[in-house]
């Protein structure tokens, strides 16, 4: 890795940091295509969180991702807001314009899109399910519309989480439905694509348990929770047969929107990417 005097930063914002695996993405594409820069973690509080946004163009920064807890906070900082970050509530990229200005991004949408294409075809005009309506389900809802499907229903622990999604999501062409788990047989009868959104499955956190069984045989289940990689969920559905598709791509296509508009070069995912995550993960 070459890191000049002209070398072009960008960096991560989260409290903490340490967890994120966004250096290791971006510093390996910035390795593969020989570039001189550099992406940092950035830890920064809460109450400093403008402050070191508004720092950026000063430090000569081409722009930041932005985890938790700031992806709220960007939304009302940044000088220009993408459509669909407003829409989804949450800002997760950040890219200092020529003036100096800030234009914030979601590129989560992005993410979750591409992979889920890479998994397997999505039938336009199809029928979803979305288990959780936390935040990235916020992100996964504004996918799955703008993708071309036409119904989706949020199953959810609170029922009323649930409810706001369908309430805010829905437009004439895509019909939203908010339901209990004790509801979930029949829209998963008739599901195109199922996802989890919620913590449930990831490590530490207690397994998700759903009967798969009136799935449709052409159901394609992502989880996007990514570690484990194989979660109980994703072997469920491959024991019966379904189509699966793991989280790991959406984690590693968001992030390439970001690097396209800091380095000004398009990025990929590849094997050799996907492994290196894995094996830091410890999977
Ligand atoms: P979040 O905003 O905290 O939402 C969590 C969701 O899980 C809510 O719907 C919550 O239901 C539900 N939930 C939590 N514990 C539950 C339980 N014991 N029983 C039933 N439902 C439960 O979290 P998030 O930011 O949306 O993230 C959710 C997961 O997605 C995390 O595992 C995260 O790592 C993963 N993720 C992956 C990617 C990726 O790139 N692959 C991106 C973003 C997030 P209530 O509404 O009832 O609380």
């Known amino acids: 890795m070459t890191i000049s005097g002209k070398a072009q930063i960008a960096g991560v914002f989260g409290w903490p940091i340490g967890h994120s695996r966004s250096p290791l993405i971006h510093n390996f594409w910035l390795d593969q295509l020989g570039i001189d820069g550099a992406y940092v973690p950035l830890a920064v509080a809460p109450d400093d969180f403008e402050q070191a946004v508004r720092a950026l163009p000063a430090l000569g920064f081409r722009g930041a991702n932005v985890t938790i807890p700031h992806k709220q906070a960007a939304l009302r900082i940044v000088d220009h807001l993408d459509p669909l970050a407003r829409e989804v509530g949450a800002v997760n990229t950040l890219v200092v314009e020529e003036d100096g200005t800030i234009t914030?991004?979601?590129?989560?949408?992005?993410?979750?899109?591409?992979?889920?294409?890479?998994?397997?075809?999505?039938?336009?005009?199809?029928?979803?399910?979305?288990?959780?309506?936390?935040?990235?389900?916020?992100?996964?809802?504004?996918?799955?519309?703008?993708?071309?499907?036409?119904?989706l229903t949020v199953?959810?622990?609170?029922?009323?989480?649930?409810?706001?999604?369908?309430?805010?999501?829905?437009?004439?062409?895509?019909?939203m439905a908010a339901c209990a788990w004790e509801d979930l047989e029949k829209p998963l009868s008739e599901a195109d694509v199922i996802v989890n959104t919620t913590s449930?499955?990831?490590?530490?956190?207690?397994?998700?348990?759903?009967?798969l069984a009136p799935?449709?045989?052409?159901?394609?289940?992502?989880?996007?929770?990514?570690?484990?990689?194989?979660?109980?969920?994703?072997?469920?559905?491959?024991?019966?047969?379904?189509?699966?598709?793991?989280?790991?791509?959406m984690l590693l296509h968001q992030?390439?929107?970001?690097?396209?508009?800091?380095?000004?070069q398009a990025p990929e995912v590849t094997d050799e990417l996907r492994a290196l995550v894995l094996k830091d993960l410890g999977s």
């Open 104 to 151: 914030g991004s979601n590129t989560d949408v992005f993410g979750f899109a591409e992979n889920l294409q890479v998994g397997g075809a999505v039938p336009m005009g199809g029928t979803a399910v979305v288990l959780g309506a936390g935040g990235a389900a916020r992100a996964i809802c504004v996918a799955l519309r703008e993708i071309g499907l036409a119904k």
């Open 155 to 175: 199953v959810n622990r609170t029922l009323a989480h649930a409810e706001t999604l369908a309430n805010t999501f829905a437009r004439d062409s895509f019909s």
């Open 200 to 211: 449930l499955g990831m490590a530490g956190a207690p397994p998700l348990e759903i009967d």
């Open 215 to 249: 799935a449709k045989s052409s159901a394609l289940v992502n989880d996007i929770v990514y570690t484990p990689l194989q979660t109980p969920l994703l072997k469920a559905a491959r024991a019966r047969g379904l189509t699966t598709v793991d989280g790991l791509g």
């Open 255 to 264: 992030a390439r929107p970001g690097f396209a508009a800091w380095f000004g």
